[in-house]
T-cell receptor, first 113, second 113 residues
Framework: NAGVTQTPKFQVLKTGQSMTLQCAQD?????MYWYRQDPGMGLRLIYY???????DKGEVPNGYNVSRLNKREFSLRLESAAPSQTSVYFC????????????FGDGTRLSIL | AQSVAQPEDQVNVAEGNPLTVKCTYS??????LFWYVQYPNRGLQFLLK??????LVKGSYGFEAEFNKSQTSFHLKKPSALVSDSALYFC???????????FGTGTRLKVLA
């Protein structure tokens, strides 16, 4: 029962470097999400994919891109990392009905120097 | 704007005493309401949800939540706190008809032995 798997767990980048965060779920969920968690700010939605083949911007999409590779996988890309993107990134998934809870991965801790 | 408020950054309670973690929301229509718990270096874990029906919802680990439509509140409660309940708690709202979840900023619960 893997649930939602995120890789890598930790990463340190230099300003201007690029990186892709990977997320995969094995629950046959339709909807997938990327959040960032910063102290005192809760979780903020970066992008989401309501179903395979669709992606939409969330609250804080600037500086990020996403790809819904297939039903299982949803990746988040930082094209040119900035120190303000230092955060903990969480991927989540759910069935398409939003009366269902989200299932979260254990996060990627990203530091940008 | 739609929002979720958790007015307390931290709640301290003695072991064995009842606990309450507060949540209020500002969302149009009849939203779906959730509570999650986060332990250190882990993703969020679902505790309970309110969709419709009885205003008192029971969830995992002895937690329950009381929905009050007139006060737009969804407070998390537990009759007798355990030290192991110490964690970060998030309230979330999903406006009906959307694929989004709006999170509060989180409340750190500290249960003292």
């Amino acid at each position: 029962n893997a649930g939602v798997t995120q890789t890598p767990k930790f990463q340190v980048l230099k300003t201007g470097q690029s990186m892709t965060l990977q997320c995969a779920q094995d629950m046959n969920h339709n909807s997938m999400y990327w959040y960032r968690q910063d102290p005192g700010m809760g979780l903020r939605l970066i992008y989401y994919s309501a179903s395979e083949g669709t992606t939409d911007k969330g609250e804080v999409p600037n500086g990020y891109n996403v790809s819904r590779l297939n039903k299982r996988e949803f990746s988040l890309r930082l094209e040119s990392a900035a120190p303000s993107q230092t955060s903990v990134y969480f991927c989540a998934s759910t069935r398409q009905d939003t009366n269902q809870p989200q299932h979260f991965g254990d996060g990627t801790r990203l530091s940008i120097l | 704007a739609q929002s979720v408020a958790q007015p307390e950054d931290q709640v301290n309670v003695a072991e064995g005493n009842p606990l309450t973690v507060k949540c209020t929301y500002s969302v149009s229509g009849n939203p779906y309401l959730f509570w999650y718990v986060q332990y250190p270096n882990r993703g969020l874990q679902f505790l309970l949800k309110y969709i419709t029906g009885d205003n008192l919802v029971k969830g995992s680990y002895g937690f329950e939540a009381e929905f009050n439509k007139s006060q737009t509140s969804f407070h998390l409660k537990k009759p007798s706190a355990l030290v192991s309940d110490s964690a970060l708690y998030f309230c979330a709202v999903s406006p009906s008809g959307t694929y989004k979840y709006i999170f509060g900023t989180g409340t750190r619960l500290k249960v003292l032995a």
